[in-house]
């Protein structure tokens, strides 16, 4: 094995969420595939990323639309690493993404808790050189 190649994230919305990702965050569109019955394969990734991405998976009855947003019970459960902070803390501020924090320097780099569309909670951060 080498690789994860998708996080699923539950939303209640494809494309509320997709516009979130791909507008607010500059996620790039990988898949947008019909599977019939109103269900879609939605694929979305960080720019130049090329392993891991994200299936944006529409909640599927009662359970599944009671954990979107709080997938990990509250915690951070998504981590977007950055090769330029001020860069992109700046452009996202602009295109509304909720922070929850303002940055802070920590040992393994800069960071900052943001939350998605639906709440998930996520770290953004640029890694000190060498600990990425």
Same mark, same amino acid.
């Given at each position: *094995?080498?690789? %994860?190649? /998708? ?20 996620? @790039?569109?990988? @898949? ?23 299936? /944006?998976?529409?909640?599927? #009855? ?6 979107? #947003?709080?997938?990990?019970? #509250?915690?951070?459960?998504?981590? /977007?690493? +950055? ?8 452009? *996202? ?16 780099? +800069? ?12 770290? *953004? %951060?640029?890694?000190?050189?060498? +600990?990425?």
């Amino acid at each position: *094995m080498s690789h %994860i190649g /998708l996080v699923a994230v539950v939303v209640h919305d494809y494309d509320k969420a997709l516009a979130f990702y791909t507008e607010a965050l500059g996620f @790039e569109l990988r @898949e947008d595939t019909d599977q019939g019955g109103g269900k879609r394969w939605v694929v979305v990734a960080p720019p130049g990323s090329t392993e891991t991405a994200i299936l /944006l998976a529409k909640a599927d #009855g009662p359970r599944q639309r009671d954990r979107v #947003g709080d997938q990990t019970g #509250g915690r951070v459960g998504l981590f /977007l690493t +950055t090769d330029d902070f001020a860069r992109d803390h700046a452009r *996202m501020l602009k295109a509304g993404v909720e922070f929850e924090e303002e940055p802070r320097h920590e040992p393994y780099g +800069t960071v900052a808790v943001f939350r998605d569309l639906y709440g998930n909670r996520w770290d *953004m %951060i640029e890694p000190v050189t060498g +600990t990425a």
